[in-house]
């Protein structure tokens, strides 16, 4: 199965590629910050297509078109361009993240960090790799020699769950925090060592489902802001190597 969701990341991908930089149609969902293209529709179509020839009977659940056939013990979780902003206005740091869980479980999972041809992707206890190399979360137990990587709700002008607080309190305890736009890129970017932790609110399971297997697979570790256990329908996400993780939580517990 891995293969497959490999398989079909990439192809959307390549439809997210060839899509840059050209013109294409933008629409609103609901707010001027929340954007959808024209691309994001077709990549989505792309993989729904592929996942209806060659499993026709499990569910899908994407950003764009919802939720389908719920009766499958499968399914497939799409999101058809993760940093649609960023996409809209030719910033090149964007992604395609498929996940396919089985009974709630997820079982494998891919992001492909479309213009870095960066294809990150994980199974269910067998590791996670970048263009088929191993990675690992890094070591360091530092969060003052820690970078970080958050990022914002689309209503954060009501601050939910303190969002700035937070954000300007790790500011002060880090050595640095970077917003890059594609969660599903900041969850490659812990699994891979990069970056030692991630915290962000209000996301949704099109953008954890794939990010939050491969943290997990490298050795890392995805809760909530109380340290609970989280599915994919959760609204607190906190992943980290493990080794700064209970400082982050204390921090986040603090505001």
């Not at 499993?55 to 979780?77: I, P, Q, R, T």
């Not at 649609?84 to 498929?98: D, Q, R």
């Not at 990022?151 to 969002?163: H, L, Q, R, T």
């Not at 992943?239 to 400082?247: V, Y």
Request: hydrophobic share 40%.
């Amino acid at each position: 199965m891995i293969e497959k969701v490999i398989e079909i990341t990439k192809i959307a991908g390549e439809v997210v590629r060839e899509g840059f930089g050209k013109n294409f149609e933008i629409e609103l969902k609901g707010s001027v910050t929340n954007l959808v293209t024209e691309i994001d529709k077709k990549s989505e179509q792309v993989i729904i297509d592929f996942i209806k020839k060659n499993f026709n009977n499990h569910s899908v659940l994407a950003e764009e078109s919802g939720f389908s056939k719920e009766s499958s013990e499968y399914v497939w979780v799409i999101d058809p361009i993760d940093g649609t902003t960023n996409f809209a206005h030719g910033l090149p740091i964007f992604s395609v993240s498929v996940g396919l869980q089985k009974n709630g479980e997820t079982i494998c999972g891919a992001v492909y960090d479309v213009m870095r041809d960066a294809m990150y992707s994980a199974e269910l206890n067998s590791g996670s790799y970048l263009n088929g190399k191993k990675i690992t979360v890094n070591a360091n137990a530092d969060l003052s020699r820690s970078v970080l990587v958050t990022g914002f709700p689309y209503d954060i002008a009501e601050n939910p769950n303190n969002a700035v607080e937070k954000f300007s309190a790790f500011l002060k305890k880090s050595r640095a925090i970077r917003r890059l736009g594609s969660a599903a890129i900041d969850f490659c970017y812990v699994a891979q060592g990069v970056f030692e932790g991630f915290w962000e609110v209000s996301l949704n399971p099109w953008d954890i489902c794939a990010g939050k297997l491969l943290v997990e697979e490298a050795g890392g570790i995805v809760t909530d802001f109380n340290g609970n256990s989280i599915d994919i329908f959760s609204k607190q996400i906190l992943a980290t190597n493990k080794l700064i993780h209970q400082e982050m939580l204390d921090i986040l517990l603090e505001h």
